[in-house]
């Protein structure tokens, strides 16, 4: 008992000398290459702890190791603008003034319903709410409203189409058919379903509209009397 407690006291103090080396960054700010090197040295930690026959020593030196890995590959990404966009990434503009980019979302494999996610809880609920959203390397989203932005809006949009798939189940809480949103689409320019990138409805019959190719538009429409969310 009282050596695996020694074990462990060496092994968390190389730890936590390693991550402070690694410098300040927490777990969602991290580039993908240094997200990968912390799991794998946890998981070297964790071998001679769980298996007292293996020497301490070597897991150390593999966290030593590795520690020298991460600090040979930050020097690699200062010196080369192009190790560092293959190592940890680009950011991606993902909405524009013109709408969704589809093509940059696809590319970082992420759909519509992940860029409303994300926006939510930068605290944006409406596509057109912002002039620029850039999915950053780390995960993060940064976020640029527009000028005339309305933070008192109300009423939560609902995704109705999203890259040419319907969504019934928010199609139900508008009390919209499917004939209603054929026409809709139609009227905007899309032929069929498949050709829309985005649709939006809110309470307010407030219409967030996009086709895959295409500037998005916002118009209104006539709600069902009583529904409401």
Not at 93 to 105: A, I, P, Q, S, T
Not at 199 to 224: A, E, H, P, S, W
Request: positive net charge; charged residues 20%; glycine residues 6%.
């Amino acid at each position: 008992m009282i050596i695996i407690f020694i074990r462990s006291l060496v092994a968390f103090s190389a730890l936590l000398l390693v991550m402070r080396l690694m410098g300040k960054r927490q777990i969602g700010e991290m580039q993908p290459f240094e997200l990968v090197i912390t799991l794998l040295i946890s998981e070297l930690a964790c071998i001679p702890l769980t298996d007292v026959s293996i020497p301490l020593i070597y897991g150390i030196s593999a966290i030593v190791a590795i520690f020298i890995l991460h600090q040979l590959l930050s020097v690699v990404q200062r010196a080369s603008q192009t190790a560092k966009r293959v190592l940890s990434g680009k950011p991606s503009l993902v909405l524009n003034k013109d709408g969704v980019d589809f093509y940059e979302l696809r590319q970082n494999n992420m759909d519509v319903e992940d860029l409303i996610e994300s926006m939510r809880s930068a605290g944006f609920y409406s596509l057109d709410d912002l002039d620029y959203a850039i999915f950053e390397s780390n995960g993060k989203l940064s976020t640029k409203e527009k000028q005339n932005y309305d933070k008192k809006n109300s009423s939560l949009p609902v995704l109705i189409i999203s890259e040419g798939q319907i969504i019934n189940k928010n199609l139900a809480i508008t009390g919209l058919t499917l004939e209603t949103v054929l026409d809709i689409i139609k009227k905007h320019g899309a032929k069929s379903i498949k050709q829309v990138g985005v649709m939006t409805v809110d309470g307010n019959g407030r219409v967030y509209f996009q086709k895959q190719r295409g500037k998005y538009t916002v118009f209104n429409i006539t709600l069902k009397e009583g529904v409401q969310w």
